[in-house]
């Protein structure tokens, strides 16, 4: 064999045994669709907000989808960088009119919940194929969810004590200004 072929060989090799395994770059991929989903639905939810005059409430929703595109861009390179490829994803439009603030909210918390399930059958897969790096790189994704759906509650029994009176949703719309804030500057995702 001549140097070139050996070379070859040896990077053939290399990349055999770096590549990342098929399941769970399939599941990885399939948690980018679910990320970039998650970005445009607040984005979609920020618009709403912002027509219907709860500048607060927009404020943290289209802080909320930027969250959601970082989320997915972490997945992204490090799908990347492990030796597989990163799928952008084609997405479905999401809804353009909500009934209310309520009815965000409830949609946005299930949405939540709904991550949380999709986070934890990768974690599934990660521990199915003994691929332990990206189960410990997963966890991140794991502790997050913990706090975003905790946010999303509390949000919601504020809004079902709120009711319909149009006072406490103005007041509530500002504390959520404060809260974007507080949550920008500590620079935390919600
Ligand atoms: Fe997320
Ligand atoms: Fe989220």
Redesign the pocket.
């Given at each position: 064999m001549n140097t070139e072929a050996t070379e070859s060989v040896i990077f053939e090799t290399i990349k055999l045994i770096t590549m990342m395994n098929k399941k769970v770059e399939k599941a990885l991929n399939d948690q980018i669709r679910v990320?970039a989903e998650?970005s445009q639905a607040y984005l979609a939810m920020a618009c709403w907000a912002e027509i219907h005059g709860f500048s607060g409430t927009a404020a943290f929703l289209y802080r909320h989808s930027d969250?959601?595109r970082l989320?997915m861009l972490k997945l992204v390179h490090f799908v990347n960088d492990r030796g597989g490829q990163a799928v952008i994803p084609e997405l479905k439009q999401p809804s353009r009119t909500y009934k209310s603030l309520n009815a965000i909210f409830q949609a946005l918390h299930d949405h939540e919940v709904r991550?949380t399930a999709e986070i934890n059958s990768v974690v599934d897969t990660c521990l199915k194929e003994k691929d332990y790096t990206t189960h410990n790189f997963m966890q991140w994704?794991v502790s997050?969810?913990i706090e975003?759906e905790t946010l999303a509650r509390n949000i919601l029994d504020k809004l079902k004590l709120i009711g319909s009176d149009k006072g406490g949703l103005y007041i509530f719309d500002r504390d959520l200004e404060s809260t974007n804030a507080a949550l920008e500057g500590g620079g935390k995702g919600a």
């Open positions: 990320e998650s969250e959601e989320h991550v994704y997050e969810q975003e």
